[in-house]
Every structure is written in structure tokens, then in C-alpha cells.
């Protein structure tokens, strides 16, 4: 069985901040780990992806995400925040099966 | 590359009746099909997986016989929500992937609302 948990529903940080956003995970077996994001009424988009090679990941839009086994951990990373950057970002979890398990969303939001 | 596109974007029908969505991979062969949906401010729920050529396998909760879904070719795949009522006013997404390939690559979503 896999699963994911996002810690913070709600993230807001000021333009130019760091961006912070957690992801643990569960899995039985090695893990895929994706970040997306989600637009309001769209699909989602990948940010980055982690597939047993190099544990820091860049991805996207200046986002990059560290894989920790010994933590379980997946956290989402961007130096400086930009207004753009406000949606819902999910972390998500596969086996070689394909499942994708997603956790329950992030909302980021950037103030001026 | 690998573009899936999803129609209708947004389809309103009144209680009773039955709704298409159509899920289409553009540019590779979509072995296989996931069709998810997600509520307001929440995330997203896998409801089933379809190979091609296949039935598909859904999740536990999900009625099959509502939720009808054909992968008839390695470019389509269709959600037909049948006797649609307002609580399955949602958002759906479908996503693809090829053989061997672990990544999911997602459409834009259909908006369903149901009056």
C-alpha cells in the first residue's frame, strides 16, 4: 500500500520567499514521486519527478524537490516565490503498477 | 509530446440523464487509462484504470454500472456517466500512459454539473 501526506493544507508566503511545501510518503516498495500543479478548472501539470536516480530533482519554473529516504520525505522547494506561483500543488506517490496516490493539495499563495 | 486532451471541457445535463466524456492521447498510444475525480477543494480520486481492450478495474465505491468506461483504441477512452444525478456534479480528469512507462500524463479536465 502507498500513501501520501501533504503537511499544510494553506502555505502563504510573500513575493521573493522561499517556498516551502511538505510531502511524506508511504510505500512498500521503491517509490516514483511527482509533484504537480493544479490551476483553477484545469489539469494538472508536472513539475518535476523522482525515479531512483538523483535525489535532488529540478523541475519546472525554478521548482526543485529532494527525495530523503530516511525521512520519507519529497519536499517541494523554490527559492524565490512569484505571483504566478499561487495554485495547488500535489505530491503524489507510484509503484511500478502505475497507481498514482495523491495527497490532499497544497494551496500556495503569494502576497505582494 | 505526450499531450492528452479531454471533451467536453464542461458539459451541464439535467438528473436523469446520461453524459460522455471522451479522454484522447494525441501524440503516443495509451496503453492504459486512469479516470479521476475530484470535488471542490479536494484532491483527486482514482476511479478506475482501463487497459485497451480491456474492462476496466475500478476502485472500491465506485459503481461500475454508473460510471461506464471504454478503452476501445490506444487513443480513447470514454466515461459515461449514466443517470446522472447532482451529487456527481464534479470535475473529471482522465490521464494515459504507454506500456512500461510510469508516468501519468493528465488532460485539462470536463467540468460536470448537474441540474
Known amino acids: 500500500a502507498q500513501s501520501v501526506t501533504q503537511l499544510g493544507s494553506h502555505v502563504s508566503v510573500s513575493e521573493g520567499a522561499l517556498v516551502l511545501l511538505r510531502c511524506n510518503y508511504s510505500?512498500?516498495?521503491?517509490?516514483?514521486l511527482f509533484w504537480y500543479v493544479q490551476y483553477p478548472n484545469q489539469g494538472l501539470q508536472l513539475l518535476l519527478k523522482?525515479?531512483?536516480?538523483?535525489?535532488l530533482v529540478k523541475g519546472i519554473n525554478g521548482f526543485e524537490a529532494e527525495f530523503k529516504k530516511s525521512e520519507t520525505s519529497f519536499h517541494l522547494t523554490k527559492p524565490s516565490a512569484h505571483m504566478s506561483d499561487a495554485a495547488e500543488y500535489f505530491c503524489a506517490v507510484s509503484t511500478s503498477y502505475g497507481k498514482l496516490t495523491f495527497g490532499q493539495g497544497t494551496i500556495l499563495t503569494v502576497h505582494p | 509530446g505526450a499531450v492528452v486532451s479531454q471533451h467536453p471541457s464542461w458539459v451541464i445535463c439535467k438528473s436523469g440523464t446520461s453524459v460522455k466524456i471522451e479522454c484522447r492521447s494525441l501524440d503516443f498510444q495509451a496503453t492504459t487509462m486512469f479516470w479521476y475525480r475530484q470535488f471542490p477543494k479536494q484532491s483527486l480520486m482514482l476511479m478506475a484504470t482501463s487497459n485497451e481492450g480491456s474492462k476496466a478495474t475500478y476502485e472500491q465505491g465506485v459503481e461500475k454500472d454508473k460510471f461506464l468506461i471504454n478503452h476501445a483504441s490506444l487513443t480513447l477512452s470514454t466515461l459515461t456517466v449514466t443517470s446522472a444525478h447532482p451529487e456527481d456534479s464534479s470535475f473529471y480528469i482522465c490521464?494515459?500512459?504507454?506500456?512500461?512507462?510510469?508516468?501519468?500524463?493528465f488532460g485539462p479536465g470536463t467540468r460536470l454539473t448537474v441540474t
Open positions: 510505500s512498500s516498495v521503491p517509490p516514483y
Open positions: 490521464s494515459a500512459s504507454s506500456a512500461g512507462v510510469y508516468e501519468q500524463y
Open positions: 523522482y525515479t531512483s536516480a538523483a535525489t
